[in-house]
């Protein structure tokens, strides 16, 4: 039986290598994209993957990987869109080049990946396409305004093309995970500072605090994500949403339970008082 080819973005750290890796492992062929290729090591010693160069807010590097990925494995099974970063801060001193890097990655990148395998797809009448959302597509903190934004958009567009995908037998996956301990919250995350606005100060450092009390126990590990992404991948269900983390099952389940207002209470209360909505 030959084995099934996946395509994944970002994949230099966190749960993208972390994927690339588990999928290896199942005797998947991985097609690992990334921006700067030349850097990786770990990925190109290990068996059943190759690494390419893929950034998505270049489209010739996209149409180059997926010319090279077809003629290298004539044809793709599931493509993981996983390639995103956050940005944080106050709104209000966001820059335009801010918001539009954001959705340049988060969104329009994914949206650029996407249509250039659908074509791919659709001629196989066949296909898998998961998007890495994050519980923060559902629910949302103070100071992310932005990057909930763009996740919030991949939580619409995954669910809209769905329909006029599925009768290509094209299926389309929604992963959420919650705090992964990733170079996300570091490399991967962008702070907003400024230099005249002053007010937010206080409230973004109370912030920054609450996310470094939390420690480590209170994240997931990337791996775990890993899996739930195979599980998508393989579980040959119509299935739209998979949550992964047990913060984002609580939080998700709080918000959808009690409702905007009470949610929106518990987060408001975080920030008055001395305590973690980590721990809610």
């Known amino acids: 039986m030959q084995s099934k080819t996946v395509v994944i973005t970002g994949t230099s750290s966190g749960i993208g290598k972390e994927t690339a890796k588990f999928f290896a492992e199942k005797r998947w062929n991985v097609a690992a994209t990334m921006r700067t290729p030349k850097k990786e090591k770990e990925l190109k010693e290990l068996k059943n993957i190759k690494v390419y160069e893929l950034d998505v807010t270049k489209q010739e590097t996209i149409d180059k990987a997926y010319k090279d990925i077809i003629n290298d494995y004539k044809k793709v099974d599931v493509l993981v869109n996983n390639a995103g970063y956050a940005l944080n801060g106050p709104f209000e001193t966001t820059t335009d080049e801010q918001i539009r890097s954001q959705f340049d990655v988060n969104v329009f990148g994914l949206f650029d990946v996407t249509r ?165």
Do not use: C, W
């Not at 769905?162 to 962008?190: C, D, H, Q, W």
């Not at 907003?192 to 590990?221: C, M, N, R, W």
């Not at 099952?249 to 949610?263: M, N, P, Q, T, V």
């Open 116 to 280: 250039t395998f659908l074509g791919h797809f659709r001629q196989n009448q066949d296909g898998i396409i998961i998007n890495i959302s994050s519980m923060g597509g559902k629910i949302t903190y103070p100071l992310i305004s932005v990057y909930h934004s763009s996740k919030f958009a991949i939580e619409g567009f995954s669910e809209s093309i769905s329909y006029e995908l599925a009768e290509f037998g094209i299926k389309v996956k929604i992963v959420e995970p919650g705090n992964i301990a990733t170079e996300f919250g570091t490399r991967s995350k962008e702070f907003i500072q400024s230099d005249t606005v002053k007010d937010y100060d206080p409230f973004f450092e109370q912030f920054i605090k609450k996310f470094e009390s939390a420690g480590p126990e209170l994240y997931s590990h990337p791996h775990m994500v890993a899996e739930v992404i195979y599980r998508a991948a393989t579980d040959g269900t119509d299935r739209l949403r998979y949550i992964a983390g047990d913060d984002a099952k609580r939080l998700i389940s709080l918000k959808h339970d009690e409702g905007d207002e009470a949610f929106m209470s518990m987060i408001k209360k975080s920030y008055t008082h001395n305590q973690s909505f980590f721990n809610s």
